[in-house]
């Protein structure tokens, strides 16, 4: 059973539907990213998750319970919210400590899972710290302990890898990757870079005005996304308009200006009809340049700009219907 399970999730804010039927499941257990786009809703359903702000319809089911009979204090929620604000007066242990008097959890207690969090996120060593004497990546840190600290049975993070540099956004990444397997905690984090989101997510979810429009599993969801706008927002894709010769076996066949494509349907449960017009994505890493084509799947062109990017190398390619 889901640890969490969200459906038909809305709010508004004055006339505008920030949240507008919002559906989604964090399996117990899982990393589950959420990406979309500045202003989709994001940040809106963690704070109603998290118990910050109300909903106005929709239903939230916690481990199979509804949760509306539960207030907020009781869910067993930890957010760390994307400007997370850590006490400078008060060392990285009580920091991390923070909050869990008013729980109800004895000093003792307290302490003993301050420094349980602190090592789990590899920072126990600047527990007597102040957080000013801390880089960026380190204070994320912290304020990641003081909400595990909390022991919840969901965790929320708000863009944890945003104004980090390289090393340190690699290091997290990995880092929450290992809480997750190892400790067996839940998290549903808010990602704004795709990248990070496809590499470090169990499932995938992709919001745009105020709805979930796809998840499922980043490599499905990367590799049949469900319409034009999910496959550039991704990754790149050329995109050609076309029309379904055949179909069948979760494939189509169709025509397009680049000449005749044979594909893997975005939908196979729901497949156009013959003649249908359909849009096929092609993510560039999918074409290689081969002086002896392949019956199929092959197109003429000509390569007409190259652009080194250290691992690997991005071909502007001219083909008859114009260039990708
Ligand atoms: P995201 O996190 O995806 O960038 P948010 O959930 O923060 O998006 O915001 C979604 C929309 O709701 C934005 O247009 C934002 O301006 C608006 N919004 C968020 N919080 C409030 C609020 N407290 N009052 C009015 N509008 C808000
Ligand atoms: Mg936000």
């Given at each position: 059973m889901p640890t969490l399970s969200v459906t038909g999730l809305r709010r508004r804010?004055?006339?505008?539907?920030?949240?507008?039927?919002?559906?989604?499941?964090v399996p117990a257990g899982t990393l589950t990213c959420l990406v979309g786009p500045s202003g989709s809703g994001k940040t809106t359903l963690l704070k109603i998750l998290a118990g910050k702000l109300d909903p106005e319809g929709g239903k939230v089911l916690l481990d199979?319970?509804?949760?509306?009979?539960?207030?907020?204090?009781?869910?067993?929620?930890?957010m760390v919210m994307q400007n997370h604000a850590l006490f400078p007066h008060l060392s990285v242990r009580e920091n991390a400590a923070f909050g869990l008097e008013e729980m109800g959890v004895a000093p003792a207690e307290a302490a003993r899972r301050a420094d349980e969090a602190l090592r789990w996120v590899g920072a126990a060593e600047w527990a007597a710290r102040r957080p000013q004497e801390l880089s960026g990546g380190q204070q994320q840190r912290i304020a990641l302990a003081r909400a595990l600290a909390q022991q919840p049975s969901l965790l929320l993070l708000d863009e944890?890898?945003?104004?980090?540099?390289?090393?340190?956004?690699?290091?997290?990444?990995?880092?929450?990757?290992?809480?997750?397997?190892e400790k067996g905690l839940t998290v549903l984090c808010v990602l704004h870079d795709q990248k990070d989101a496809l590499a470090m997510a169990d499932r995938l979810g992709v919001m745009r005005g105020g709805k979930i429009i796809q998840s499922g599993l980043p490599i499905d969801v990367y590799r049949r996304p469900a319409d034009s706008w999910t496959a550039t927002f991704l990754g790149m894709a050329n995109l050609f308009k076309g029309k379904v010769l055949q179909v069948g076996a979760g494939e189509f066949i169709a025509q397009t200006d680049l000449g005749e494509v044979r594909g893997a349907l975005a939908t196979p449960s729901a497949p156009p009809a013959l003649g249908a017009a359909i849009t096929v994505c092609i993510r560039p890493e999918c074409l290689h340049l081969d002086a002896m084509p392949p019956e199929e799947n092959a197109f003429k062109g000509k390569v007409v700009d190259s652009l080194f990017q250290g691992d690997h190398a991005l071909h502007d390619f001219a083909t008859s219907s114009g260039e990708s």
């Amino acid at each position: 059973m889901p640890t969490l399970s969200v459906t038909g999730l809305r709010r508004r804010f004055g006339s505008a539907e920030v949240l507008a039927g919002a559906d989604l499941e964090v399996p117990a257990g899982t990393l589950t990213c959420l990406v979309g786009p500045s202003g989709s809703g994001k940040t809106t359903l963690l704070k109603i998750l998290a118990g910050k702000l109300d909903p106005e319809g929709g239903k939230v089911l916690l481990d199979g319970r509804d949760w509306s009979f539960t207030p907020p204090a009781k869910r067993g929620i930890a957010m760390v919210m994307q400007n997370h604000a850590l006490f400078p007066h008060l060392s990285v242990r009580e920091n991390a400590a923070f909050g869990l008097e008013e729980m109800g959890v004895a000093p003792a207690e307290a302490a003993r899972r301050a420094d349980e969090a602190l090592r789990w996120v590899g920072a126990a060593e600047w527990a007597a710290r102040r957080p000013q004497e801390l880089s960026g990546g380190q204070q994320q840190r912290i304020a990641l302990a003081r909400a595990l600290a909390q022991q919840p049975s969901l965790l929320l993070l708000d863009e944890p890898l945003s104004n980090l540099d390289a090393a340190s956004r690699l290091e997290l990444r990995s880092m929450l990757r290992g809480l997750v397997r190892e400790k067996g905690l839940t998290v549903l984090c808010v990602l704004h870079d795709q990248k990070d989101a496809l590499a470090m997510a169990d499932r995938l979810g992709v919001m745009r005005g105020g709805k979930i429009i796809q998840s499922g599993l980043p490599i499905d969801v990367y590799r049949r996304p469900a319409d034009s706008w999910t496959a550039t927002f991704l990754g790149m894709a050329n995109l050609f308009k076309g029309k379904v010769l055949q179909v069948g076996a979760g494939e189509f066949i169709a025509q397009t200006d680049l000449g005749e494509v044979r594909g893997a349907l975005a939908t196979p449960s729901a497949p156009p009809a013959l003649g249908a017009a359909i849009t096929v994505c092609i993510r560039p890493e999918c074409l290689h340049l081969d002086a002896m084509p392949p019956e199929e799947n092959a197109f003429k062109g000509k390569v007409v700009d190259s652009l080194f990017q250290g691992d690997h190398a991005l071909h502007d390619f001219a083909t008859s219907s114009g260039e990708s």
